[in-house]
């Protein structure tokens, strides 16, 4: 199938817009991944590559399902958030099923590697087949929540599916906050069964999810000029894992930040450094893989500086082994800045941030691996005149997760600094005796000869915002095998993807009737 978007280069175009042909070509006509089954899933799957869609900028995306709905002449509305609903009638004879909604995401996690060149709001996805895999060329993949999308447009497509009544529920801005789901109004939907397909482990059931909520904390500092002719050095740390900061907060990965302060704490006390800037991750729900940090050091002092920091990698390559394989560290000169951080606010900072708490805090005791709370120190960056600390905390416990606010406020309010808690979402309350969850685990038996496992997971969900607003609606999630979502190493298994469409496609065709 040809991909829906068409790019003709001429004369007047810019080099970057000849990029994006000869990206959508290689995709489509060398890289085979349309060719995968299902090829209509793969197809739209690729379609959404070749759309920028980040969080909060999916307006090209939802002109892309709207155009979609119109072509296969079915009925859809947008609310007010951005949220858009395609309608699909039942196939003759299954007009008494119970309605069924199959909800996505459109929005992904923009995160690059270092070196990679590449403008989320502008550029496609370089999706390619890695063995079993499919995954991008030094970003993330977007398969998170994609593939759910892709397989939600397909069921719409193909005219030979036996199913009920559809509604598909495409939400915006999930990533950031889920705003969209956040958006819904009562009455938006009629279905009575919702089918999220953002689960990221095949054969696997979830039933119940964390809730999450944001911290923000302002600490204010005095802009102090150059007083001595020291020597100025950017510190790199790059060339970790990163991740999902609820699927992969258990794995003991690195934080970027929490090493860089740690590094930063160690020469300002032996050598009085002085800190200008410091940028450190990109986005709450990811855990930090780079932080970056610009200081000056005492010319006599610059051997020993410098000595320092490899000795200091070589510590912490042996602490994260064989977890992060890939640390880096580094320090070149750079140009002399237009300030200093004052020394107060430096060492204020520098005691907080290394004393704050970060990772997992409990799990669950009931549910072997299962995190219970837990917290990601995401992203630092020093801003006009204030540093600005983001977390994003979850747990299933609503106490522990206030408790864990009040925690990281303690802290900060200690450095002089002023703390915000916002974006609070609820989590998902399992129901075990969900009759979807009945239903298909008898059909994942009957299908595959093994049995589906039942999980409570870490991450947010939008069924646990959802449920609130559509009360006695029978929710489930499950999706195909993604690996190191929020991160330029995310890859979605082609296999997982379907048996995935074969489960989903077999759910709907048992929906009982109401």
Same mark, same amino acid.
């Given at each position: 199938?040809?991909?829906?978007?068409?790019? +003709?280069?001429?004369?007047?175009?810019?080099?970057?817009?000849?990029?994006?042909?000869?990206?959508?070509?290689?995709?489509?006509?060398?890289?085979?991944?349309?060719?995968?089954?299902?090829?209509?899933?793969?197809?739209? !799957?690729?379609?959404?590559?070749?759309?920028?869609?980040?969080?909060?900028?999916?307006?090209?995306?939802?002109?892309?399902?709207?155009?979609?709905?119109?072509?296969?002449?079915?009925?859809?509305?947008?609310? $007010?958030?951005?949220?858009?609903?395609?309608?699909?009638?039942?196939?003759?004879?299954?007009?008494?099923?119970?309605?069924?909604?199959?909800?996505?995401?459109?929005?992904?996690?923009?995160?690059?590697?270092?070196? =990679?060149? +590449?403008?989320?709001?502008?550029?496609?996805?370089?999706?390619?087949?890695?063995?079993?895999?499919?995954?991008?060329?030094?970003?993330?993949?977007?398969?998170?929540?994609?593939?759910?999308?892709?397989?939600?447009?397909?069921?719409?497509?193909?005219?030979?599916?036996?199913?009920?009544?559809?509604?598909?529920?495409?939400?915006?801005?999930? $990533?950031?906050?889920?705003?969209?789901?956040?958006?819904?109004?009562?009455?938006?939907?009629?279905?009575?069964?919702?089918?999220?397909?953002?689960?990221?482990? $095949?054969?696997?059931?979830?039933?119940?999810?964390?809730?999450?909520?944001?911290?923000?904390?302002?600490?204010?500092?005095?802009?102090?000029?150059?007083?001595?002719?020291?020597?100025?050095?950017?510190?790199?740390?790059?060339?970790?894992?990163?991740?999902?900061?609820?699927?992969?907060?258990?794995?003991?990965?690195?934080?970027?930040?929490?090493?860089?302060?740690?590094?930063?704490?160690?020469? =300002?006390?032996?050598?009085?450094?002085?800190?200008?800037?410091?940028?450190?991750?990109?986005?709450?729900?990811?855990?930090?893989?780079?932080?970056?940090?610009?200081?000056?050091?005492?010319?006599?002092?610059? *051997?020993?500086?410098?000595?320092?920091?490899?000795?200091?990698?070589?510590?912490?390559?042996?602490?994260?082994?064989?977890?992060?394989?890939?640390?880096?560290?580094?320090?070149?000169?750079?140009?002399?800045?237009?300030?200093? /951080?004052?020394?107060?606010?430096?060492?204020? !900072?520098?005691?907080?941030?290394?004393?704050?708490?970060?990772?997992?805090?409990?799990?669950?005791?009931?549910?072997?691996?299962?995190?219970?709370?837990?917290?990601?120190?995401?992203?630092?960056?020093?801003?006009?005149?204030?540093?600005?600390?983001? !977390?994003?905390?979850?747990?299933?416990?609503?106490?522990?997760?206030?408790?864990?606010?009040?925690?990281?406020?303690?802290?900060?309010?200690?450095?002089?600094?002023?703390?915000? +808690?916002?974006?609070?979402?609820?989590?998902?309350?399992?129901?075990?005796?969900?009759?979807?969850?009945?239903?298909?685990?008898?059909?994942?038996?009957?299908?595959?000869?093994?049995?589906?496992?039942? *999980?409570?997971?870490?991450?947010?969900?939008?069924?646990?915002?959802?449920?609130?607003?559509?009360?006695?609606?029978?929710?489930?999630?499950?999706?195909?095998? /993604?690996?190191?979502?929020?991160?330029?190493?995310?890859?979605? $298994?082609?296999?997982?993807?379907?048996?995935?469409?074969?489960?989903?496609?077999? =759910?709907?065709?048992?929906?009982?009737?109401?």
């Amino acid at each position: 199938m040809e991909p829906l978007f068409r790019f +003709h280069s001429t004369g007047n175009r810019s080099n970057k817009f000849n990029e994006w042909a000869s990206l959508i070509k290689y995709n489509f006509m060398e890289n085979n991944i349309g060719k995968l089954y299902p090829s209509f899933l793969w197809t739209n !799957f690729l379609n959404l590559c070749s759309i920028p869609r980040p969080s909060k900028k999916e307006l090209q995306v939802i002109a892309f399902v709207k155009k979609f709905a119109e072509n296969l002449t079915l009925k859809y509305k947008v609310d $007010e958030t951005g949220n858009v609903v395609i309608q699909k009638p039942a196939s003759a004879g299954m007009e008494k099923k119970i309605p069924v909604v199959i909800q996505a995401h459109l929005d992904m996690v923009p995160q690059k590697n270092t070196a =990679t060149i +590449h403008d989320f709001e502008k550029d496609p996805i370089q999706a390619y087949i890695d063995g079993e895999w499919v995954r991008a060329r030094g970003t993330t993949l977007g398969a998170d929540n994609g593939i759910g999308v892709a397989a939600a447009l397909a069921i719409l497509q193909d005219k030979t599916l036996l199913h009920g009544p559809l509604e598909v529920l495409l939400t915006v801005d999930e $990533e950031t906050g889920m705003s969209g789901a956040f958006g819904l109004k009562p009455g938006f939907l009629s279905g009575k069964i919702l089918l999220n397909t953002d689960n990221e482990d $095949e054969g696997e059931l979830c039933v119940g999810c964390a809730g999450g909520i944001n911290t923000t904390a302002i600490l204010p500092f005095r802009k102090e000029q150059i007083k001595e002719n020291g020597s100025v050095y950017k510190i790199s740390l790059t060339g970790l894992k990163g991740g999902h900061s609820g699927v992969d907060i258990h794995l003991g990965r690195g934080n970027a930040n929490k090493i860089m302060i740690r590094l930063l704490w160690i020469l =300002t006390r032996k050598y009085g450094i002085k800190l200008s800037v410091y940028e450190g991750g990109t986005l709450r729900n990811a855990i930090p893989r780079e932080a970056f940090a610009t200081v000056i050091i005492s010319k006599d002092k610059e *051997k020993l500086f410098l000595e320092d920091i490899k000795d200091f990698t070589e510590i912490i390559k042996k602490e994260f082994f064989p977890v992060e394989d890939n640390i880096k560290i580094a320090a070149e000169t750079t140009a002399i800045p237009e300030y200093v /951080i004052d020394s107060d606010s430096q060492d204020r !900072f520098l005691n907080a941030v290394y004393a704050v708490p970060n990772g997992v805090m409990r799990m669950i005791t009931e549910m072997n691996g299962v995190v219970e709370t837990s917290t990601n120190l995401s992203i630092i960056k020093t801003l006009n005149q204030e540093i600005e600390i983001n !977390f994003l905390l979850r747990s299933s416990v609503d106490s522990a997760k206030t408790d864990l606010c009040n925690m990281i406020q303690s802290v900060f309010e200690l450095a002089g600094a002023k703390t915000e +808690h916002d974006g609070s979402y609820p989590g998902w309350k399992p129901d075990f005796n969900s009759g979807i969850l009945t239903k298909m685990k008898q059909i994942y038996k009957n299908k595959f000869g093994t049995e589906a496992s039942v *999980k409570v997971i870490h991450a947010g969900l939008e069924c646990g915002i959802i449920g609130d607003i559509y009360p006695g609606m029978d929710l489930i999630s499950f999706g195909p095998t /993604i690996v190191h979502p929020h991160s330029p190493d995310e890859k979605v $298994e082609i296999n997982s993807v379907g048996k995935f469409w074969d489960f989903l496609t077999e =759910t709907l065709r048992h929906i009982p009737e109401a």
